[in-house]
Structure formats: structure tokens, C-alpha cells
């Protein structure tokens, strides 16, 4: 587990991997997006995309599973503040995706019992191209 404490900027970390299914493109999105593009291979490749991608809410919560089930267990209490949300390149049904974070602020906070870390995020594809990238703020508990 990491605490405020354990975490300077610099600070890097591997979040985890996660393989995207086509089937969990499509249940996903038919219950909160459902876009042609993520729903209807048809008429996904008369899309933009030229074929099924994955929706951001989707990403979004992959990069939060995996963040959950992160080994270092960042002891977090609150999330401030997503920003700089990017989606540079869509997300595919074959894809393994790739959750990198490093810390690039900190600051104390008048409470001794909590900081605040700021993590930018990189969610990538088995290429290497990002397929979101974020900047996260978080409240994070202090070893007491």
C-alpha cells in the first residue's frame, strides 16, 4: 500500500493490462453509449473509426478497475479531478491495453492526515499508441 508519503513526483508505475472483447465493446456500450460505432460492426465500418472501437466511458472504466486492483494500492480518498481527458486513437476489440501513471505534483494540505498527488495517465494499445491519456488529481491518505 502507498501513501502520500510514498509517493514523490516522479513516481511511475505499470497499473496493469487489460485484453478488449469485442463482446464487452458491445454489451458496454449497448447499455450506456449506444453509438452505431460501438454497437453495430455494419455500420461501424461506415464509421470514421472504419470498424467497432471501444467507447470512453468504456476506457474510463478500465483505467478505474485496474487502478483498483493495482498492486501498489495507492490509498486514495477521494478523486478532485479528472482533466486533459484525450482520446488520440480508438480502442479496438482484440487490443491489449496498457495503463501506465506517474505522479507529477504533490502538495501538503492543511489536514496532516491527507495530501494531494496529481497523476497523468496514459492508456495505451499493444502498440504503443494512446488511446487515452489524463490528468488526475486525487486525495490521498497520510501514514499515520
Known sequence: MLFFDDIPVGYKSHVGDYSL?????????????????????????ESVFGGLVASSLHLFAICT??????????????????????????????????????????????????????????LSNQEGAPVLTQTVTLMVARRQ
Open 65 to 122: 478497475r485496474l487502478f483498483f486492483d493495482h498492486t501498489d494500492r495507492i490509498q486514495t480518498m477521494a478523486m478532485l479531478s479528472k482533466d486533459g481527458i484525450k482520446l488520440p486513437n480508438p480502442a479496438r476489440p482484440g487490443d491489449v491495453l496498457r495503463y501506465d501513471t506517474e505522479c507529477i505534483d504533490r502538495r501538503e494540505t492543511k489536514n496532516a492526515n491527507r495530501g494531494i498527488i496529481v497523476l497523468s495517465d496514459v
Open 21 to 45: 472483447t469485442k463482446e464487452e465493446i458491445v454489451e458496454i456500450a449497448e447499455r450506456w453509449d449506444p453509438q452505431p460505432f460501438h454497437i453495430d460492426e455494419t455500420a461501424a465500418k
